[in-house]
């Protein structure tokens, strides 16, 4: 069975090569480059499973890499930094990241992170022959090409988007706790830190809400989680 495949993009070589070291170890094909262009190079030549992306990064960033990649890949895309404002985590998750970590991190947090990230993709893609279409007043999800319509227009939602909505929905009228929620979008447990499970949240009520002040689909139980509102 073939190596999974992930690709670094940083500029900073002790960075990537603590990276490499740990994920080499754990028994993944390790690829890096420093710049945009060769990063969508390396994705067109290697399909890599998974990419690290920085998201301070001479000449192209690593917002704008997110943004290209997004038009034709679904794989996971982690962001680190030293950046650690919460509008960077906002942007760079609203643009189609799937999860964030800031530096200085832990590096066995990241391989974590990354098994947790290709063990749902993994359990995804297995699902996929068995999933089917949940349908809803003003609004339809179809469990197997991950396409959701929005009064008959098809909404664009980044990959978290999707398994969000779609774990919800699943649930219809069920309260789901925000750690319960996060473990099962993400694989690995929050450790108290939830904001970026609040900002996928916050995006994709943008996107399907008429009024994300006052939704109607995603609702808050406050103090505890999310539920989905299947009684319009």
């Known amino acids: 069975m073939p190596r999974e495949k992930i690709l670094i993009v940083d500029d900073e070589p002790e960075i990537v090569e603590l990276i490499r070291l740990y994920l080499t170890k754990e028994g993944y094909e390790v690829l890096s480059t420093d710049n945009g262009p060769s990063a969508f190079e390396y994705m067109e030549q290697f399909a890599p499973d998974l990419v690290i992306l920085d998201i301070l990064l001479p000449g192209m960033d690593g917002i704008e890499i997110c943004r290209q990649l997004r038009e034709n890949y679904s794989i996971p895309i982690l962001f680190i930094s030293c950046k650690s ?107 108290g830190d939830t904001r970026t499970l609040l900002v996928h949240i916050s995006n994709l009520r943008k996107k399907i809400e008429k009024d994300p002040a006052d939704p109607l689909y995603i609702q808050t139980v406050r103090g505890v989680g999310y539920k989905f509102n299947s009684s319009l």
Do not use: C, M
């Not at 699902?127 to 090409?145: A, M, S, V």
């Open 85 to 191: 404002e919460d509008t960077d985590i906002i942007l760079g998750l609203s643009i189609g990241g799937d999860d964030y970590v800031t530096k200085p991190f832990s590096p066995s947090q990241l391989v974590a992170r990354v098994k947790a990230h290709l063990r749902r993709k993994h359990q995804l893609d297995q699902q996929k022959e068995e999933l089917g279409q949940l349908t809803f007043p003003g609004l339809e999800i179809d469990l197997l090409t991950r396409n959701v319509w929005v009064k008959g227009s098809l909404i664009p939602l980044s990959s978290k988007e999707f398994d969000l909505l779609a774990l919800l929905a699943k649930k219809p009228s069920r309260v789901v706790p925000i750690q319960h929620l996060y473990k099962e979008a993400w694989g690995v447990d929050s450790n």
